[in-house]
């Protein structure tokens, strides 16, 4: 089931950006799919944790392409579609490295690890694929406040996840103890 939200997530997240437009919080720009792609992260530790790290690459690859394809099926140009796959293999790869490091317990490395991968991911999209490198979609000016926009969201995506999973953890051991 894991691995099924997971790519469920991935495909969402795509299906969600290309048929909504960005929210605009005063002066923050963020796609709506971002709220989705928060979550994935901690998705991708719970593949993870259960799978391993090798099997964990092969879904991140098959959610690569899966992502792409959707992304180019709901008419993204070119630039968009592969400023999604870069920004997805460096932040998924960042993000699966910094958990198999990690010493700590379990929600702190889904915590920490989704930070990073989310800043990746935001960075990495939106020079690609929304500046004027890319789709000139967005002015110069505006790149960094939608990169700081959706590191914020992710950032407390990734908060609001790492308390739900500290919960269940603890509701799951108390029930072992007792």
């Not at 002066?27 to 928060?38: A, E, H, K, Q």
């Not at 997805?88 to 960042?94: C, H, I």
């Not at 609001?160 to 500290?166: C, D, P, S």
Request: charged share 10%; glycine share 8%; aromatic share 10%.
């Amino acid at each position: 089931m894991r691995i099924l939200f997971y790519l469920v997530a991935i495909i969402a997240a795509n299906v969600v950006t290309a048929a909504c437009a960005p929210l605009q919080l005063g002066i923050f720009i963020v796609p709506m799919g971002t709220f989705l792609i928060g979550a994935t992260f901690i998705l991708r530790d719970l593949v993870q944790n259960k799978h391993g790290r090798v099997k964990t690459y092969i879904y991140i690859g098959l959610a690569l392409v899966l992502s792409a394809l959707v992304s180019y099926l709901h008419g993204d140009t070119l630039s968009i579609v592969a400023a999604s796959a870069v920004s997805f293999a460096l932040s998924e790869t960042s993000d699966t490295e910094i958990y198999t490091r990690l010493r700590l317990p379990m929600v702190w490395k889904v915590f920490y690890s989704g930070i990073v991968g989310g800043f990746f991911d935001s960075v990495v999209f939106v020079i690609i694929g929304l500046s004027p490198l890319g789709s000139n979609i967005l002015p110069w000016a505006a790149v960094p406040m939608a990169i700081l926009g959706q590191i914020i969201v992710k950032t407390a995506i990734q908060a609001i996840g790492a308390m739900v999973l500290h919960q269940v953890i603890m509701k799951k051991e108390n029930i072992i103890v007792n």
